[in-house]
């Protein structure tokens, strides 16, 4: 087809981001201004015939929040198919949040924009910094058979057919068009001979070259905050009166690829994630920028996913409204924050300390409802202990035995835990406190006066609970003698799995079979002379490590040892690193807890774990884990060939990651960390960076321009991290490496438990318990302990929550194995895609699949 005729197909869109170095006000503001000359452009245009509009609902919701007699003629349009908008609520970076965050996003943003008349059936990725290898599957999983990226393929790969079939790792494909210019080289379109002979037909004849296998070439001519070109139908037919080798039309993104795929039966497939950086940035070191933020955000996720949303389930079944509006509220949040400039952390000072309130805000909420939810399941329950019901909930639907921390306050000091029937449970203390009562105000004939209320003791138990799938169970306090966790001389701790201790300075750790690591816990701090898109090593400088451990204290107990160590790092203002390990009776994980107060700028701080002799690396990406080589190939030769930025073999994870040692398979399952790199010598987790610019030119892993804004200097000093930080995962070796095995120790670490103690000496513990609280009728007269949902171990969980149309309850799972493995749901259900729309599919996970079942109740 190289000889025929080419269609152009000229997109006008515009790429809105809402924050960046600007407010979200700021680009509000700009919104409307927009937004409502382009509605008016489209009115009384006929021959412009359609412009997308970065295909996010939240724009649409900001606007018709401060012009809501726009919204009949809006749905208009879109209806029309001349606007177009969804289907993702904001443009997510897929990297960086928890996979359901991706669903839920598009689930928000497609439902949205359908009711408004029409949600575009693209996966529409214009900006991300890399793409998540499960977007196919996902979009699938939407109804959408097509996406549109820009980033993260090798030119290679697309050399004569820019169009291909991208492939997830459940064989689910996409079929996918690379925009190798970008998202604007159509942007400043114009007829005249100096620009068609100067930019248009170079860039038309490399496409031309990229493309042999169609007649249909894409033109996106569009822009940041791009104001609607008036003049393009008219310029449109200049061009195409002009000259005959490339006919022009105003189109869309749907009219695109149906007539490229119409007749197109294209080669090339690609797999997986897509994280080149050869043509484009990928910004690989973004992933610990700012990293207080993704802490935040991960804390929040695991919150919603985790605790809030089965807990809100099974209250629910009860008879608590489910607080659907509320969590409406909590997403909307979120997915501004998901953005990827936002999440990314890459924007002004200003911007961050907005998208930090709102981390706050949704925070709250979320504390809040689980809170009053976890309150009336213990009201409706109605058992009368002298010192008030505990409840332990495990909202995880697989049976677990493990330790669970829970709160109790009681006027004695000795206390313990023990189940229904009284025989007490395995537990010890963490550490008890005794608190004044303070006064209260009583109000007398004689006028107010103040009464001495009697003082209690606020007590930490660790207890050792087994626990039905998806439940709930009241322990009862009772009087009696506790282990506690106590001071020992020795500095060492062990368990069945692990012996750390500290030999001569040096940390020290043996495995369950014998594998012994010297200093297998070190810290790195390096000069970093980048910004806040990227990490740059600074030139003649030397990382200095840290190996020498100091042990301050240790404390050990029949369920419990915890040692806690410093590390004394020098650079700049020096930075002491305490270090807390704990063992757990048990557990194959090592509990880790960093805290430091960073007083140095421009630097980065790694923690290195000694991986002797590793090739490769494992992290998991929503649902499967990835296999990545320690060295890229491309990485020898990167500036000779041009690539936009080097192609570092520093990876995201989202939960953990996994070196492959001699010695086994030495990983980390972390909270919000989010970058690692494994070497031949070991793996590093970056615990953060400290920069203090938005954009640099010419660093050294980035020439040329700097990243986002390139023409003024922004200075970011809370982007410096200067204070006080805390960072806390789990450490793990193991013979070797299985997915499943992983994604298992990852259920166990998180935290799918809760406890309350329903009782009247402290207000203050839960976030809304001082407030008085109705009791809905009826939730009244509840089993002591329920099990509630099941499914299958070799599954694991993803998601429990309310359908969205109210109708039933939704599930989903997801199998991580190269073998089909059923869900075992407990209850009659049917398959549903991510849409929450029958599939009539068979209750059976795909190989390296999920699956998403509508359950009419538990």
């Known amino acids: 087809m190289t000889n025929e005729e080419k269609i152009v197909h000229v997109v006008p869109h515009a790429h809105w981001d809402r924050e960046w170095y600007f407010t979200i006000e700021d680009s509000n503001v700009m919104l409307i201004e927009n937004l409502r000359h382009l509605m008016d452009v489209l009115e009384r245009d006929e021959d412009y015939k359609s412009f997308v509009f970065d295909a996010q609902m939240s724009v649409i919701e900001d606007f018709l929040a401060i012009l809501p007699e726009k919204k009949a003629k809006l749905e208009e349009l879109i209806t029309q198919k001349r606007l177009f908008v969804g289907p993702w609520y904001t443009q997510t970076d897929t990297l960086l949040v928890h996979k359901e965050s991706m669903i839920r996003n598009l689930l928000y943003g497609s439902r949205a924009a359908a009711e408004m008349g029409h949600s575009m059936k693209i996966g529409y990725l214009p900006d991300i910094f890399g793409q998540n290898a499960y977007l196919p599957s996902i979009f699938q999983s939407f109804g959408m058979e097509y996406a549109i990226l820009q980033r993260g393929l090798y030119t290679d790969d697309v050399a004569t057919d820019l169009n291909f079939r991208w492939v997830a790792p459940d064989g689910v494909i996409s079929k996918a068009n690379y925009m190798y210019f970008g998202y604007g080289p159509g942007k400043f379109l114009a007829s005249d001979a100096a620009y068609v002979a100067g930019t248009l037909t170079p860039i038309l004849d490399t496409l031309r070259k990229m493309n042999k296998s169609t007649s249909h070439m894409l033109l996106p001519a569009g822009g940041d905050q791009v104001l609607v070109r008036e003049h393009f139908p008219e310029t449109v037919e200049a061009l195409n009166a002009e000259q005959s080798d490339y006919r022009f039309v105003l189109s869309d993104y749907e009219m695109f690829m149906e007539a490229t795929w119409e007749n197109g039966e294209f080669e090339t497939v690609i797999e997986g994630e897509l994280l080149a950086s050869q043509k484009s940035r990928i910004h690989n070191t973004i992933r610990s920028q700012r990293v207080d933020i993704k802490l935040a955000n991960s804390r929040i996720e695991d919150k919603i996913y985790h605790q809030l949303e089965p807990l809100a389930v099974m209250a629910n079944k009860y008879g608590a409204p489910y607080p659907k509006r509320w969590l409406d509220k909590v997403f909307k949040l979120l997915f501004d924050v998901h953005a990827h400039d936002s999440i990314g952390g890459c924007n002004s000072d200003e911007t961050n300390r907005a998208i930090g309130h709102r981390l706050e805000q949704a925070e709250r909420i979320c504390d809040s409802l689980i809170n009053v939810l976890k309150k009336q399941i213990a009201r409706g329950i109605g058992t009368e202990y002298e010192q008030g019901a505990v409840l332990v909930f495990h909202l995880l639907p697989k049976a677990m035995t493990k330790q669970v921390e829970t709160v109790i306050f009681t006027k004695e000091k000795a206390v313990c835990l023990a189940d229904a029937s009284g025989v007490v449970v395995p537990q010890t203390i963490l550490s008890q406190d005794y608190i004044s009562g303070g006064k209260k105000v009583v109000v007398t004939a004689d006028g107010e006066r103040e009464v001495e209320i009697p003082g209690y003791y606020r007590t930490v138990v660790s207890a050792e609970i087994a626990m039905e799938p998806l439940s709930y169970q009241v322990l009862q306090i009772i009087e009696g003698a506790v282990n506690l966790v106590t001071p020992t001389a020795d500095a060492k701790i062990t368990n069945e799995f692990y012996t750390v201790e500290v030999v001569a300075g040096k940390?020290?750790?043996?495995?369950?079979?014998?594998?012994?690591?010297?200093?297998?816990?070190?810290?790195e701090d390096v000069a970093d002379d980048g910004d806040s898109y990227d990490f740059s090593p600074l030139a003649g400088d030397v990382a200095e490590l840290a190996g020498t451990a100091e042990c301050i204290a240790v404390k050990q107990s029949e369920l419990v040892s915890e040692m806690t160590i410093r590390h004394t790092l020098t650079r700049g203002e020096g930075t002491e690193i305490e270090t807390t390990l704990t063992l757990k009776k048990g557990e194959d994980t090592l509990g880790i807890k960093h805290r430091l107060t960073n007083k140095t700028k421009n630097h980065r701080i790694r923690v290195k774990f000694a991986a002797p002799k590793s090739e490769a690396s494992y992290a998991d990406q929503a649902f499967?884990?990835?296999?990545?080589?320690?060295?890229?190939?491309?990485?020898?030769?990167?500036?000779?060939?041009?690539?936009?930025?080097?192609?570092?073999?520093?990876?995201?994870?989202?939960?953990?990651?996994?070196?492959?040692?001699?010695?086994?398979?030495?990983?980390?399952?972390?909270?919000?960390?989010?970058?690692?790199?494994?070497?031949?010598?070991?793996?590093?987790?970056?615990?953060?960076?400290?920069?203090?610019?938005?954009?640099?030119?010419?660093?050294?892993?980035?020439?040329?321009?700097?990243?986002?804004?390139?023409?003024?200097?922004?200075?970011?000093?809370?982007?410096?991290?200067?204070?006080?930080?805390?960072?806390?995962?789990?450490?793990?070796?193991?013979?070797?490496?299985?997915?499943?095995?992983?994604?298992?120790?990852?259920?166990?670490?998180?935290?799918?438990?809760?406890?309350?103690?329903?009782?009247?000496?402290?207000?203050?513990?839960?976030?809304?318990e001082r407030f008085e609280l109705p009791q809905p009728a009826s939730m009244r007269d509840l089993p002591t302990s329920a099990s509630l949902l099941t499914i299958s171990e070799n599954a694991f969980f993803s998601a429990l929550k309310q359908a969205e149309d109210g109708d039933g309850i939704i599930l989903r799972a997801f199998n991580p194995t190269d073998e089909p493995i059923s869900i075992e749901a407990s209850r009659t259900s049917i398959a549903v895609n991510m849409a929450e729309l029958p599939t009539n599919g068979p209750a059976e996970i795909a190989p390296q699949s999920h699956l998403t079942l509508k359950m009419k109740e538990l």
């Open 507 to 523: 940390l020290e750790l043996t495995t369950q079979s014998g594998e012994q690591f010297s200093n297998f816990m070190l810290f």
């Open 624 to 768: 499967t884990a990835i296999k990545r080589a320690n060295l890229n190939p491309h990485f020898a030769n990167w500036r000779e060939n041009r690539f936009a930025e080097a192609p570092v073999p520093i990876y995201p994870l989202e939960n953990f990651a996994v070196s492959l040692s001699d010695k086994g398979a030495i990983g980390v399952v972390t909270q919000g960390l989010k970058e690692y790199e494994a070497t031949t010598d070991y793996l590093a987790l970056t615990l953060f960076r400290s920069v203090g610019l938005l954009g640099k030119d010419n660093i050294a892993w980035r020439p040329g321009r700097a990243s986002g804004i390139n023409n003024k200097v922004v200075e970011t000093p809370d982007a410096q991290m200067l204070g006080d930080l805390e960072f806390s995962y789990h450490y793990r070796a193991t013979a070797s490496f299985t997915a499943t095995d992983w994604f298992r120790a990852t259920e166990r670490v998180r935290t799918h438990q809760l406890s309350y103690h329903l009782q009247t000496l402290n207000s203050f513990e839960e976030r809304v």
